[in-house]
C-alpha cells in the first residue's frame, strides 16, 4: 500500500501545483479531476483485494495532497510580508490515541503527540453530550456577547445540575433499596 501512497504523492506533485498568474478559484477543475482519478484509484485498489484500513490511509494521503497544494496556493496568493505570517498547515485524524494520522510540521506534529499522551477518557456520564452540548451554547453566548462570563456559568450550573437531578435520584434510591 505505500506504493499507492507514493504513487499518489507523484501525482499531486505532477497535477496540483498551479500555473504561473492562476488563482485556486480559477483552477477547480484540477482539483476536482485530481479527486475524481485517486478515488477511482482507490477504488480499484479496493475491488482488486486491498483491505479497508490500507484504502483510509491512502484516502487520508489524497486528501492531504489537495489540502497541501490548497493552502500553499492560498499563500502564494499573499503578500510576502502576510506570507510570512501565515500559519503552517497541520491536521489531524483521531479514532483513538493509537489510531491517530497526523500531517504538519515536526514542531506542531511533536506538540500534538505530547498532548495525546495526556489524553484522558471522557466522564462515565451517559448525560455528558447534553453537558458538553450546554458549555459550548454557554461559550457562544460568551463570545457573541449576549452573556456575560458570570451569567453564562451561572445558566450552566442550573442547567447542569437539572440534568444531573435525576441521576441523582435514581443512585438515591438504589442505594436506599440496597439497605
Not at 83 to 99: H, S
Not at 110 to 135: C, D, G, K, Y
Request: aromatic fraction near 4%.
Amino acid at each position: 500500500m505505500q506504493e499507492l501512497v507514493k504513487k499518489i504523492k507523484q501525482d499531486a506533485e505532477a497535477r496540483l501545483p498551479l500555473p504561473p498568474g492562476r488563482q485556486a478559484t480559477e483552477e477547480l477543475a484540477r482539483y476536482k479531476g485530481f479527486l475524481k482519478l485517486e478515488t477511482h484509484r482507490l477504488k480499484m485498489a479496493h475491488r482488486a483485494g486491498a483491505g479497508g484500513l490500507p484504502i483510509c490511509h491512502a484516502r487520508a494521503a489524497v486528501l492531504d495532497e489537495l489540502l497541501r497544494h490548497l493552502w500553499n496556493a492560498a499563500r502564494a496568493s499573499l503578500s510576502e510580508q502576510a506570507q510570512e505570517e501565515f500559519p503552517a498547515l497541520a491536521l489531524a485524524a483521531i479514532n483513538a490515541p493509537e489510531l491517530c494520522v497526523i500531517s504538519g510540521p515536526v514542531e506542531m506534529v511533536a506538540a500534538f503527540h505530547e498532548q495525546l499522551q495526556h489524553v484522558v477518557p471522557l466522564p462515565r456520564v451517559p448525560e455528558w453530550e447534553q453537558i458538553t452540548t450546554h458549555i459550548i451554547r454557554a461559550g457562544q453566548a460568551v463570545v457573541a456577547k449576549q452573556k456575560t462570563v458570570a451569567k453564562a456559568v451561572s445558566d450552566l450550573d442550573r442547567q447542569v445540575n437539572e440534568l444531573l437531578d435525576k441521576r441523582r435520584w435514581i443512585i438515591a434510591r438504589h442505594e436506599a433499596q440496597q439497605n
